[in-house]
């Protein structure tokens, strides 16, 4: 198949990008050698080059999906856990569930939910694995890595795990021996050695991401784990500030707020994105702003788990670095970048009217502009690549990769729109998928990816779920 497109008559554009480039009065998009070459309209054809048909269609930039834990894509609906908040939920749901997963199982995992995102129109995977210990007897990082190139996604590894036991893990049933610092210190260097890539548009990635900075490290590492990325040339990515806990938990324990903690043990900056980040105190955000630390926002997760709302848009508004990510489908049962930034955009302007103040009279009401559709995409795209450090992706511009989704607004949901443009935020559901391109190379076609037995994956799925009951006894 030929490695030059061109792609058609779309109804419109919408970049990633912010402000006024954030939509293009293009048309047309030709690629070449899995990069974008030009953009405008009416192109004419040429030799060589397959077109695609974009008539009533619209372009997104490839979603960049910030934050994930894949292995619990065979999860989801846990009875035990669907309605506790954090702690007992990570105790009855992730924690109980970790110790059934070998690698025929993660890699099971990891298909079902690259699968699921690519199908919302994701085309870059942030995942948080966190389950390493000693002896694990395989190894998962490989797994995830290969299980994500057969697929076509740009793929970083955020590699977890801990070198303390925290007292939610304590339990028998919980518990997991922890790692040594070396040890883990010694398995990120060997994987950024195999699979970091930099430079312009690169496929693969890694970061060094002890699972919670706070607690599933010692105090005293915290320093050498940021020092030991900077000297691998590897960002640094942890959980942060989920719940009202962790200010507790620091104020008690270190006498500071947790991003002052990060602060104090070289844990900000450019290099560095947290997720989360649900309670921040106005000093925080400021910190957060001032030195380009990327926020990875996961909204529905943070309902579901009723930790709270994020001030993704204050921080927006200093300047900051938010990106958008799924979390894990035990805490998030429709894992998908569409039905996240559908959730996002009318999260935020239902808290801000919820949150507004008595006004003087006549001023009316406030809040439905605190975030616009155009912001939300670019926090799930350009900005995703920012905090993740994917040069040259998440836009739809000339130069850049050439990742991005062609939605067909087919469905009786979208008809009537009076800007087509907004559709597959703004109406939900998960439109058409016309076409998925990575890199230039069509992942998805005509809704279906290429090669892949969707029922066969289905009934994997539903068997493994019931040898998991069996295993664990729930």
């Known amino acids: 198949m030929s490695n030059k497109l061109l792609i058609r008559d779309a109804h419109s554009i919408l970049t990633g990008a912010r402000g006024d480039a954030a939509r293009s009065t293009a048309t047309d998009v030709r690629i070449a050698d899995g990069v974008i070459t030009e953009m405008g309209r009416a192109l004419e054809r040429q030799p060589d080059e397959r077109v695609l048909d974009a008539r009533d269609c619209v372009i997104y930039p490839g979603w960049v999906n910030t934050h994930h834990h894949l ?13 506790l ?60 890595f290969e299980e994500a190139d057969k697929l076509g996604v740009r793929f970083m590894l955020q590699r977890g795990g ?16 922890p ?43 915290l ?12 960002p640094l990515h942890t959980h942060m500030s989920e719940t009202v806990s962790f200010m507790e938990h620091c104020s008690a324990e270190f006498g500071c707020l947790p991003i002052e903690f990060l602060a104090e043990h070289e ?39 009723a930790d709270g709302v994020a001030r993704a848009p204050a921080l927006h508004r200093l300047g900051g670095a938010v990106s958008i990510g799924v979390d894990g489908a035990a805490s998030n049962e429709a894992a998908d970048m569409l039905s996240e930034v559908h959730f996002c955009w009318l999260m935020h302007r239902a808290h801000a009217g919820a949150a507004t103040r008595p006004r003087p009279a006549g001023d009316g009401e406030a809040g439905a502009d605190t975030v616009s559709v155009e912001q939300v995409v670019n926090w799930a795209s350009e900005g995703g690549a920012r905090v993740l450090g994917f040069d040259g992706v998440g ?8 990742d991005l989704a062609v939605y067909d607004l087919d469905a009786p949901r979208y008809f009537g729109l009076h800007d087509m443009a907004i559709g597959p ?13 990575g890199a230039g190379r069509v992942l998805v076609e005509d809704d279906a990816i290429p090669g892949l037995d969707m029922a066969q994956l289905r009934a994997e799925a539903s068997a493994d779920v019931l040898h998991l009951v069996r295993t664990i006894g729930q």
Request: charged share 20%.
């Open 395 to 402: 836009t739809v511009a000339v130069g850049q990769a050439a």
């Open 162 to 177: 801990g070198t303390v036991t925290r007292k939610l893990e304590a339990d028998a049933s919980t518990y997991v021996p």
């Open 267 to 305: 844990w900000l900056g450019p290099d560095v994105s947290l997720a989360h980040l649900t309670h921040l105190a106005d000093a925080e955000l400021r910190l957060l702003a001032q030195t380009g630390t990327g926020m990875a926002h996961c909204p529905q997760s943070n309902a579901r788990l």
């Open 71 to 83: 292995f619990q894509s065979l999860l989801k609906g846990v009875p035990a856990g669907i309605n």
């Open 179 to 221: 790692e040594t610092l070396d040890g883990m210190v010694a398995d990120v260097e060997r994987i950024a050695g195999r699979y970091h890539q930099v430079g312009p548009r690169p496929r693969t990635r890694v970061a060094m991401a002890p699972t919670t900075a706070t607690v599933s490290v010692a105090r005293g590492e």
């Open 223 to 234: 320093r050498e784990i940021a020092r030991a990325a900077r000297r691998m040339g590897v």
């Open 425 to 437: 935020v703004v109406a939900a559901g998960r439109p058409r998928l016309k076409w998925l391109l």
């Open 85 to 144: 908040t954090l702690s007992p939920w990570l105790q009855a749901v992730p924690f109980i569930y970790r110790r059934a997963f070998d690698e025929d199982r993660l890699r099971l995992a990891a298909r079902i939910g690259i699968v699921e995102l690519m199908m919302s129109g994701c085309t870059t995977i942030a995942d948080h694995h966190y389950i390493y210990h000693p002896d694990l007897g395989y190894d998962p990082s490989a797994a995830l």
